[in-house]
């Protein structure tokens, strides 16, 4: 197998400044860098397992070559965040207080994770999700 994880995830974004400020304040996502006129980079997950969520305004690379057309060449995303299953609450608790519809929690039990849904301000599908704590018994 080729693929070893997900390096990076772009979001295409109308108001670049209000995208990056939801990402950064609500949703709780380290800033790598500081943001430019057009992008904002993130950085999810622990040390060792790093991603990236970029956002970004205007056109990307090979956009032209899109079967879709122009206004609509790249739609609306799914993505999911994990989070620690002692924090799940909380981060929904926190995505309320900024005013953010939160739907669930769902339960899955073919992974033994629960999650929350929102939407960002471009429309984005996004998903807390948390596998279940798995208590530990010593042997007696």
């Given at each position: 197998?080729?693929?070893?994880?997900?390096?990076?995830?772009?979001?295409?974004?109308?108001?670049?400044?209000?995208?990056?400020?939801?990402?950064?304040?609500?949703?709780?996502?380290?800033?790598?860098?500081?943001?430019?006129?057009?992008?904002?980079?993130?950085?999810?997950?622990?040390?060792?397992?790093?991603q990236r969520?970029?956002?970004?305004?205007?056109?990307?690379?090979?956009?032209?070559?899109?079967?879709?057309?122009?206004?609509?060449?790249?739609?609306?995303?799914?993505?999911?965040?994990?989070?620690?299953?002692?924090?799940?609450?909380?981060?929904?608790?926190?995505?309320?207080?900024?005013?953010?519809?939160?739907?669930?929690?769902?339960?899955?039990?073919?992974?033994?994770?629960k999650s929350?849904?929102?939407?960002?301000?471009?429309?984005?599908?996004?998903?807390?999700?948390?596998?279940?704590?798995?208590?530990?018994?010593?042997?007696?």
């Amino acid at each position: 197998m080729f693929v070893k994880g997900i390096s990076e995830i772009v979001l295409i974004v109308k108001d670049f400044t209000a995208a990056a400020r939801f990402y950064r304040d609500v949703v709780g996502l380290e800033l790598e860098i500081e943001p430019s006129e057009d992008w904002a980079w993130f950085l999810i997950g622990a040390e060792g397992r790093r991603q990236r969520l970029a956002l970004h305004r205007g056109a990307l690379l090979f956009e032209e070559h899109s079967p879709r057309p122009v206004g609509i060449r790249f739609g609306a995303v799914h993505f999911t965040l994990e989070v620690s299953p002692e924090r799940l609450e909380d981060a929904a608790t926190h995505l309320r207080s900024h005013g953010v519809d939160v739907y669930g929690p769902t339960r899955f039990d073919w992974m033994n994770a629960k999650s929350y849904y929102f939407f960002d301000l471009d429309g984005n599908l996004v998903e807390f999700w948390a596998p279940d704590v798995v208590e530990k018994h010593e042997a007696q």
